[in-house]
């Protein structure tokens, strides 16, 4: 069965958790109406990617710190205390009551997915196949941005068949890097101060 993510990002403004990617807001703190239109253009993090590298990293979904040897950013937290009226109307929306179909809610600060360091070029080592490991490298060294396709030293020796040892300086998630820089943009454009107060709200379903 497939996984996916729901995730909307918020900003911290006039003292209140608002959503800040998807709706345009004529008044500060609409509790449910909202305008979607208007001049407004809606933001996708995640351009609709279904990303199972990139959910692991953000709540443990889809893998295994026994093989995996880039843990995720936290564990799930759950829903924030305080967030947007009109995110907790998508998560009340068609769905049972429990919310049987939902799991991994959680949310992460910009600062945290910049603290985590798997945004940016960084070190990895794993088992590639040499040829696509090379025109990696190649890629890389031009400045362009490139992830390699990877087997994790934690993985068992049978996925290693026909690959070779390396350790290089590259992108672990390149839609966790999208996503930070657009935070970044809508943190620019919304004014607001602190990398603390622009999160990522999200959960999962099956």
Excluded at 26 to 36: F, M, N, S, V
Excluded at 43 to 55: E, H, I, S, T, W
Aim: aromatic share 14%.
């Amino acid at each position: 069965m497939g996984c996916d993510i729901h995730l909307y990002c918020e900003g911290y403004l006039d003292d209140k958790w608002i959503n800040i990617d998807r709706w345009h807001r004529q008044t500060g703190w609409p509790e449910i109406a909202a305008a979607e239109k208007e001049g407004f253009t809606p933001v996708d993090l995640l351009d609709g990617a279904r990303d199972y590298g990139l959910f692991y990293l953000l709540a443990g979904v889809r893998g295994s710190e026994e093989y995996n040897s880039y843990p995720p950013i936290a564990a799930p937290r759950g829903l924030p205390e305080q967030w947007d009226a009109l995110l907790s109307r998508e998560y009340d929306y068609g769905e049972l009551a429990d919310h049987d179909m939902f799991h991994h809610a959680s949310y992460l600060t910009l600062r945290e997915l910049k603290d985590s360091g798997y945004g940016e070029r960084m070190r990895l080592r794993g088992w590639v196949e040499e040829e696509e490991h090379e025109e990696t490298m190649n890629k890389l060294l031009r400045g362009e941005r490139y992830q390699s396709h990877f087997t994790d030293v934690k993985e068992d020796a049978g996925f290693r068949d026909g690959k070779v040892y390396r350790e290089w300086d590259g992108y672990l998630n390149l839609n966790l890097t999208s996503m930070i820089e657009q935070m970044e943009q809508l943190k620019k454009e919304r004014r607001i101060g602190s990398d603390d107060e622009v999160r990522i709200v999200f959960w999962f379903d099956n």
